[in-house]
């Protein structure tokens, strides 16, 4: 069963940092890139991050550019997102997701895991 | 930066009946080059995270239900729920996936039983 597993969220005072990983399964994790989208409570999607199947590409979103960091271990079928400089706007559901496509990306993202949710409160 | 604008914002339908969601981008997301418009959904039901249903605009993922079909062109996408089932109720997203390396979703429309 293919699967993906976040963790690492948790509640982070303003201006604080925080690693995200993602745990992948049932599928040959360095085939693809993936994804980090985020929902704010009550909102929509908004995709966060790319990065390719061998780590070599990495693409961000203009609100997180620059402050998270996208990276992955193929080794250990890893995904993770370094957040820093954590804003009261970064507060949401993180979810990891796998793109369809092999192995070029295709941008669209056909599993998704349950979402890990990152809190920035004082 | 393309801006995807679904409408309604929500809506409800009656079991049975036809459910139609639409999606506007604020600039095409046809490539001419292959002839493909670089548009998906997304199903999320609620307390779950989002499930792919359909890419190209049209080509439903592995699994999907045939009562669940894309179309559109260019600006202007419909996803179409032929007989609306109670397992339907969900929030609804549009993707395009023209302007990598970057994405953008839809707001979401929320479908329920009337």
């Known amino acids: 069963e293919v699967q993906l597993v976040e963790s690492g969220g948790v509640v982070v005072q303003p201006g604080g940092s925080l690693r995200l990983s993602c745990a992948a399964s049932g599928f040959t994790f360095d085939d693809y890139a993936m994804h980090w989208v985020r929902q704010a409570p009550g909102k929509g999607l908004e995709w966060v991050s790319l990065?390719?199947?061998?780590?070599?590409?990495?693409y961000y979103a203009d609100s997180v550019k620059g402050r998270f960091t996208i990276s992955r271990d193929n080794s250990k079928n890893s995904l993770y997102l370094q957040m820093n400089s954590l804003r009261a706007e970064d507060t949401a559901l993180y979810y990891c997701?796998?793109?369809?496509?092999?192995?070029?990306?295709?941008?669209?993202?056909?599993?998704w895991g349950k979402g890990t949710t990152v809190t920035v409160s004082s | 930066d393309i801006v995807m604008t679904q409408s309604p914002d929500s809506l409800a339908v009656s079991l049975g009946e036809r459910a139609t969601i639409n999606c506007k981008s604020s600039?095409?997301?046809?490539?001419?080059?292959?002839?493909?418009?670089?548009l998906a959904w997304y199903q999320q039901k609620p307390g779950q995270p989002p499930k792919l249903l359909i890419y190209w605009a049209s080509t439903r993922e592995s699994g999907v239900p045939d009562r669940f079909s894309g179309s559109g062109s260019g600006t202007d996408f419909t996803l179409t729920i032929s007989s609306l089932q109670a397992e339907d109720v969900a929030v609804y997203y549009c993707q395009q996936y023209y302007s990598t390396p970057m994405c953008s979703f839809g707001q979401g429309t929320k479908l329920e039983i009337k």
């Open positions: 600039q095409s997301v046809l490539y001419s080059s292959n002839n493909k418009n670089y």
């Open positions: 997701a796998k793109d369809m496509g092999v192995p070029a990306a295709s941008w669209v993202m056909d599993v």
């Open positions: 990065i390719s199947w061998d780590g070599g590409s990495t």
